[in-house]
Structures are given as C-alpha cells and as structure tokens.
C-alpha cells in the first residue's frame, strides 16, 4: 500500500511515542526519501510473559511502503530513544547521527548484541548540520536528564521543522551547554512550519526546577549522613552523577560505582568529556566497604528496582561487592518510570527490612525532572513561533495538556495536531492536515532480542491464566485405534468444581472423538485430523464446565 508524496510535500508519520511513554520514533518522508527520528524501547506491561521490550518496526513501514532510509538520526541516548536502533541497523545502511555521548551509549547497547557499527555512527556537534537525502539537519544544545542532548531543526522539501527532543530550560545546568535558545529564535524568524514537542510534563505548572538544585540537597544529605551512603539513579544522568562525586569530595568520601550498566555510563560520560571525577576518588566497592563507614559512597545501578541490577541485588543481601549495614543511608535520587512501582517498592522494603534508612521521593529535592513543565513549553514556542504544533512523547492527556498549553499563548500556533502513532501528517502548500494513517505491529522482543508473535503470546497468556491440558492417545500404528484408554494430563490448570471428574470426562471424550475419526469421512472428504478435532473437543468442554480456556495440545504416539 504505498501512498506516494507529492513533490514539495512532506510526510510525517510518528512509529511510536504518541499516547503512549517510551518507543519515541518519527519517520520523515518526502518522495521515497525517509529518515527517522529517534528509535527507542518500550517496557512491556506485566501481562506480556517474557517479553522484555516493545519497538516500533521501522523496517517493515519502509518495506510496505517503498521507502529508502537515508538517516536515522538520534536526540539523545536514553533507551526510549535509541533502544531500537540496534534492531533497525541490522536490515539497513543508513548512518546513524548524534553526540559523542548518544553514540557512547548506543555502542555499548550495539557490543551487547554483537553488531559491528562500522563506521556507521557519525558524531555531530552543537550547530553541525548534516545533510541526508532532501532532509537536512541541525543539532541544537537542549537541556536534559542525560548530556549530549539535542533539539533538531529539519530542512524539508516542505520548509523547516523543529523537533524540541526530551528537554527543559535548565537556567543554571550542572555542567555542558545551556539551551541555545539564540539559535532557535534565529530558526523561529527565519520561519518554521512545525514544532514536534516534549509532552511528558506538560500538565505540571510552572517551571521544572534546574539539575542543579539536586546537588544541594544531595551536598546537605550527605553532610549530615552517619553511616555508608549508597546513591542510585539512571546510569546515563552524568550531571546527575557529578553532583554525588562533587559532594563526596567535599565531604572526603571516597566513590565506588558498582552495577555493569553504571560502570560502563561513567566511561562513556568522561570519554564524551560530560564527567570529570578527581583524581583518587574512584575506588573499588570492596575498598569501599573495608574503609569506615562515613567515608564511603556507593553509586549503585538499578533505580527502577530491575531484579538482576545492583541496588536490587544489595537489596536482598546477594551482591559479592556491596553490602548495606544497619545505620546506612540508600538516596533513591530517581522518579519511578510508569509500570515499575511494585518492582521499586519492593526493593526499598528490602533496604529497610536491612536497617537502611531511606531518602528520596517527592518534595526531597532529591530528584528533578528531566522535562519542561509549562513555562519552559511556552517559552520554546514563543521562541520558535511555529506555523503549527505536534505534541509529541507522552499519552493522549499528556498530548492535551501540551496542545492547551499552545493554546493559552498570546499568539498561539495557525494549527494544532493531536495525532496518534500510524498517522500520516502531510506538509505541502496547503497547509498542514492527517492525510491517513498505517497499521502498526510494534515487535515485541525477549531477553536475546528474538521477535515473538502474537500467536506467541497468546499461547502464554493462556498458559499463565488458565494453565495447559495435555491428553495422551496412544495408537496402533496399523489400525490408528487407541491401544490404550487415552488419559489428560494438567500442568497450571486448577478446577475446584469438576476437578478430576472433568478430566475424567475428557478423556472418554478424547476416546469418542478417536472412534469417531476412525468412520471414513462423509462423502469422501479428506479424513480428519486428529490431534485438531482433541483439541476442539476438549477445549468446548472445559469452557462449557468451567469457562476456562486452557491451551489444549494432545499428544499422539504410534506403536
Ligand atoms: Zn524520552
Ligand atoms: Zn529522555
């Protein structure tokens, strides 16, 4: 089904990101011409068994529709943005753009899998502009919870587009560039046709707070502090990071990163020049727990409470390196990602039941969002003055609330979008307008990044809910009668009503139903297949019996 551009005109057809948190991707087109923006991960909800990450599958939209990647081009190197690159860059060329620090973090995710990037990934610095197919694009300094963050300014057949990335206006920032809101007025007079904008806080009043407000109060908390300090948030957050190596300075503790993941964000943050750490500061944990205890900080992995990271492990008493003791101090410096409450919950009660006290949470200063709240939107789009308005990254309210906020300006956008993923948004002379729209079939993953369908997880879901039946037919090879009465075996099936009478039933049914296909088929037509007619029949029973819906697979052996 391919829907051919018009010269002149642009396609926009946002993958993921749009009424949903995470899988942040934006396809440009113009002609065949594509590139994308951004290609991130989603994490699955609970009823998704084994599936440890959603992706928009930006291959197949380009093979439906004939399209050519001419770039993929990312805005910074948080997973919800580049956790699908690696899946991408396995069926396509294309280059693949973005700071030292983005590309630090998408190398180690490509090393994890095993995929060569060549010489793929192109850094780009603040104010570059690269040139891909009709598109051009310019990096642009933006404030964020992870350095190396860039809004984008998109030369289109169609006029320029800006695209504001994750960001807020942080007025004093921790260390890197500031917002180059100069550059952006530049772009906002020259004119921009549309502004694709960060909806995530869009709902909150006022302004997000600076990064820097964090290290006060971490500085404070750490003065007063007694015992070990164990600090844990995002890997990549560097800034974030300094604050806690900065304050242990001062307070002369000494530092140990522990978790694979944190290690490995601190190398990539100071080889992108975004981390500086003292001289003799860095030690390892095990130095650590062997100083005393008010002299030692533990930087610890595992914020959102994963089972298998390090804060989770210390948690339960099973890291090798890193252990807490009663009087010692765990800062959760981080906002729960929607989805992980239960896992972080239970990771804290942990801590405690150890005789940790806890610091973190709202009204602490202990964290700030990463996100412009609504002063910081509108004064984005008064600086880029905008044609027209996309909110994008957040769910349907999230794309309200920043739609409304474009609304309350003094001159607000000619047009504001609410589009959903699969949307195709057409830029031409006439205006801006949703032309149509895709189906999309997100891939859903698992631990080694194997696709798994939906027949897949359908099977699971019936699995996990309703358990499996099993009946065994044992036949005569030459007669196919069974050579033995046929028995129902169950694992994960619970039935308090009919309970073994029901199996019972079923297994003289399973003998009906092979007697019955043993009668040559009426007519003549093709003869029955035995395991499907089983499973049929015993499936109608135990829905009629109990309204359960057990997966059914006979299993037939042949003497
Ligand atoms: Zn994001
Ligand atoms: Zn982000």
């Given at each position: 089904m391919t829907q051919a551009v018009p010269g002149g005109a642009l396609d926009i057809v946002p993958l993921g990101g749009l009424g949903q948190f995470g899988m942040n991707c934006t396809l440009l087109r113009s002609g065949a011409d594509c590139a994308v923006v951004d290609v991130g991960m989603m994490f699955p909800p609970a009823e998704f068994w084994g599936i440890d990450a959603i992706l928009p599958d930006v291959a197949s939209f380009l093979t439906a529709e004939g399209g050519r990647l001419a770039a993929i081009v990312l805005t910074h190197g948080h997973d919800d943005h580049i956790g699908g690159v690696a899946r991408l860059m396995q069926t396509s060329e294309a280059p693949v753009y973005g700071s030292e620090m983005t590309l630090g973090l998408l190398r180690s995710r490509l090393r994890d899998r095993d995929i060569d990037p060549g010489r793929r990934l192109v850094p780009v610095a603040g104010r570059e502009r690269i040139a891909a197919g009709p598109f051009s694009f310019e990096f642009l300094d933006i404030t964020h919870s992870v350095p190396g963050t860039y809004a984008l300014a998109i030369g289109t057949p169609a006029g320029t587009i800006v695209h504001s990335a994750d960001f807020k206006i942080d007025a004093e920032p921790v260390a890197g560039p500031p917002t180059d809101l100069a550059r952006l007025a530049e772009i906002g007079r020259e004119g921009v046709k549309l502004l694709l904008v960060d909806?995530?806080?869009?709902?909150?009043?006022?302004a997000t707070g600076s990064e820097s407000t964090v290290g006060r109060a971490f500085g404070k908390i750490l003065r007063e502090a007694e015992g070990r300090v164990f600090a844990t948030t995002f890997s990549s957050h560097a800034h974030r990071i300094q604050q806690f190596i900065d304050a242990a300075a001062r307070e002369d503790r000494k530092v140990a990163a522990v978790g694979r993941r944190m290690t490995s964000s601190l190398q990539i943050a100071r080889d992108a020049g975004s981390l500086r750490i003292p001289s003799g500061i860095l030690v390892r944990p095990e130095e650590i727990m062997e100083l005393p205890a008010r002299r030692g900080l533990v930087i610890a992995g595992g914020s959102q409470g994963e089972p298998a990271s390090a804060m989770a492990r210390i948690a339960r008493g099973e890291h090798p390196e890193a252990e807490v003791h009663r009087g010692d101090l765990v800062v959760h410096s981080v906002r729960p990602i929607p989805g992980n409450e239960v896992a972080i919950g239970r990771m804290l009660d942990a801590l405690a039941r150890r005789g940790a006290s806890l610091a973190g949470g709202d009204g602490t200063g202990l964290h700030v969002s990463g996100h412009a709240s609504h002063d910081e939107l509108a004064t984005l789009m008064v600086t880029v003055r905008p044609e027209a308005l996309l909110p994008v990254h957040g769910s349907y309210r999230h794309l309200v609330a920043c739609a409304r906020v474009a609304e309350s300006l003094e001159n607000p956008p000619r047009r504001i979008l609410i589009a959903e993923n699969g949307d195709i948004i057409r830029l031409d002379g006439d205006g801006i307008r949703i032309e149509g729209r895709v189906s999309l079939r997100p891939v859903l993953v698992d631990r080694d990044a194997t696709r798994v369908s939906d027949d897949v997880l359908l099977e699971r879901r019936h699995l996990g809910v309703d358990g499996i039946l099993l009946p065994v037919l044992v036949l005569e090879r030459a007669t196919r009668r069974l050579a033995s009465p046929p028995e129902v075996l169950t694992r994960g099936f619970a039935s308090e009503s009919a309970g073994s009478d029901l199996l019972r039933e079923a297994a003289r049914l399973v003998a009906d139903t092979v007697r019955a296909a043993e009668e040559p088929a009426p007519g003549g037509g093709p003869p029955v297949d035995l395991r499907e007619a089983v499973a049929g029949a015993v499936q109608r029973l135990v829905r009629r019996r109990t309204g359960k819906r057990p997966l059914v697979t006979p299993i037939v052996i042949e003497i």
């Open positions: 909806s995530t806080n869009a709902s909150r009043p006022g």
